[in-house]
């Protein structure tokens, strides 16, 4: 008799689908600014560096990993940034004189752009500082941006208020959580000078009246040495190593809405303190256009003769470019 082979039935499962990130803020409303942080041309080593810092920083509505060739141009990014919802560009470049940084707003400007006169990059900062604290969760939401000395009431300082206001997400106040609160960019503009100091910090909540011993216990959850002591009571009241008075301040203090940590508790008083992870930049705003790196000049700190030579210097990048470009064709 001849046999029959039983066919194993093979299950085919259905690979889940990747949701994409929405679009849009559940809570306010609003649509959420995505960025797309890439150079012009080649860069040195140490402004590769700051390109990918500040791609960091950006995170997480920006492409960490975004890839770029040398015969890409502008209106390749412009191209790709529409179906993924990028509203903002941050472009570096390099001249023979300095660095710049281009921010514009997508599809049609306008375009802010900045002469960086000094920056330091985050691990230069990280290098300098005793204990360097970078929490694994501390990219997961975006950074709060809070601008200093912008309210002049000049036209171009008005139009670099709005174009950093709307290059993060909006918060709702009554909505927000504290914990999600982990970054903050600052922005101070230097009016004798006319720079902008760029700065980027985390923030840490340290409860008040918590000797550094017990915060360290409840926040570790590890068992302390106990073997020199007499008594567990000597453990709580031993004065920890380190002052405690720079978290005391009563102008550093805030009372929290809700629990944020282990340590932190609703309706008790935390002392607020931020400590640099970098990159730091100083800026100096020297070209305002209404068009994506085009149009007509807003606002020019040189005047007509330095504005022809930054032209000129913009137009053998754009040279470079399509030269770079017809060569790997």
Do not use: W
């Not at 941006?145 to 709702?172: C, R, W, Y």
């Not at 453990?235 to 405690?244: H, I, L, R």
């Amino acid at each position: 008799m001849a046999r029959f082979r039983n066919k194993k039935k093979v299950v085919f499962v259905k690979p889940a689908k990747k949701q994409p990130q929405q679009n849009v803020d559940h809570v306010t409303g609003d649509k959420i600014p995505r960025s797309f942080v890439f150079s012009r041309l080649k860069l040195p080593g140490s402004l590769k560096q700051l390109q990918a810092d500040l791609r960091k920083m950006m995170l997480p509505y920006t492409a960490l990993n975004l890839k770029e060739k040398k015969r890409n141009n502008l209106k390749d990014f412009l191209n790709v940034a529409g179906p993924m919802g990028v509203t903002h560009f941050l472009m570096l470049s390099k001249t023979g004189s300095s660095p710049y940084l281009r921010v514009a707003r997508t599809p049609q400007g306008p375009t802010l752009t900045f002469k960086i006169q000094e920056y330091s990059l985050a691990v230069d900062i990280a290098n300098s500082q005793l204990r360097p604290r970078v929490p694994k969760d501390l990219f997961k939401n975006s950074p709060l941006i809070v601008l200093s000395g912008f309210g002049t009431g000049e036209q171009h300082l008005k139009l670099t208020t709005i174009m950093f206001q709307n290059i993060f997400p909006a918060i709702d106040i009554k909505t927000v959580k504290l914990s999600s609160c982990q970054r903050i960019v600052l922005l101070n503009y230097n009016k004798e000078t006319k720079l902008i100091d760029f700065r980027h910090y985390s923030i840490r909540l340290q409860p008040v009246g918590v000797s550094r011993r017990i915060r360290k216990f409840v926040q570790n959850h590890q068992v302390p040495d106990l073997r020199s002591l007499q008594d567990v009571s000597d453990f709580v009241t031993k004065a920890g190593y380190g002052s405690e008075s720079e978290g005391d301040e009563e102008a550093a203090t805030v009372s929290l809405a809700s629990d944020v940590g282990r340590v932190n508790k609703a309706s008790t008083k935390s002392a607020v303190k931020l400590q640099e992870i970098g990159p730091r930049m100083t800026l100096q705003l020297i070209k305002i256009e209404d068009g994506l790196c085009s149009g007509t000049v807003i606002f020019s700190e040189y005047g007509n003769s330095e504005e022809k030579k930054e032209e000129s210097e913009e137009g053998s990048e754009g040279d470079a470019e399509e030269g770079s470009e017809h060569e790997d064709e």
